[in-house]
């Protein structure tokens, strides 16, 4: 089974509404990373949360970490066009190794309607 | 300040080819990651290369080696390919091992296999 699960599988919004996207975890959560991919390309970094309750903002996207939950949030205000694409979240293995080597979950593809 | 960089974009390779696929790390990140994305999934980890050895693998067969070079540039070579291995192929780097040393990606490599 996925060590990560995230949803939903794919969200349609219209430009302007504001949208959540989750990501749970199996496993304690030692970092998570989330991540925007347009189709078939690279990954963009959005923002790293480690900390319970942690909470960070990059524009019109905040992402939060609930520690006991074994769970995260990425939430878009407001959205536009421009946030179309695949967001990914990345666990940190854990840290036997203290490693920084990642395990993702299948994404969630983000469609925006003008 | 140039990204992580790959080449090539894409290759067209047949079954039981051998393939090279080569990245250059961010300035001044030491550590590099492969990963490999199969049409509608998560990037999977390859393995991690820190001062030219291999430092983490994840389950992938020994067709997959790699190497890192002292200019901390990597190569990831695949042998005796199947037509499982047709996917993005995807450079990753970090300025160390560290859960919160941020993996930055390039754009990838398109294989496909025929």
């Known amino acids: 089974s996925q060590e990560l699960e995230q949803s939903p599988q794919s969200l349609i919004v219209q430009e302007g509404k504001n949208l959540t996207i989750n990501c749970t975890s199996s496993k304690t959560l030692y970092g998570l990373y989330w991540y925007k991919q347009k189709y078939g390309e690279g990954l963009i970094f959005l923002m790293m949360l480690q900390k319970g309750g942690e909470e960070k903002s990059h524009e019109k996207i905040t992402a939060k970490l609930d520690e006991k939950k074994q769970q995260s949030s990425l939430h878009i205000t407001a959205s536009q066009p421009s946030h179309a694409g695949i967001y990914l979240c990345?666990?940190?293995?854990?840290?036997?190794?203290?490693?920084?080597?990642?395990?993702f979950g299948a994404g969630t593809r983000l469609t925006v309607k003008p | 300040d140039a990204g992580v960089t790959q080449s090539p974009t894409h290759l067209i390779k047949t079954r039981g080819q051998q393939v090279t696929l080569r990245c250059s790390p961010k300035?001044?990140?030491?550590?590099v990651s492969w990963y490999q994305q199969a049409l509608g999934q998560g990037p999977q980890f390859i393995f991690q290369?820190?001062?030219?050895?291999?430092?983490q693998r994840g389950n992938f067969p020994d067709r997959f080696s790699g190497h890192q070079f002292p200019n901390y540039s990597s190569e990831l070579n695949v042998n005796a390919l199947l037509l499982g291995d047709s996917a993005l192929y995807l450079c990753a780097s970090s300025p160390g091992q560290g859960i919160t040393d941020t993996q930055y990606f390039g754009p990838g490599t398109r294989l496909t296999v025929l």
């Open positions: 290369y820190y001062e030219e050895e291999e430092r």
């Open positions: 300035s001044g990140h030491d550590t």
């Open positions: 990345g666990a940190v293995h854990p840290p036997e190794g203290n490693n920084n080597d990642m395990r």
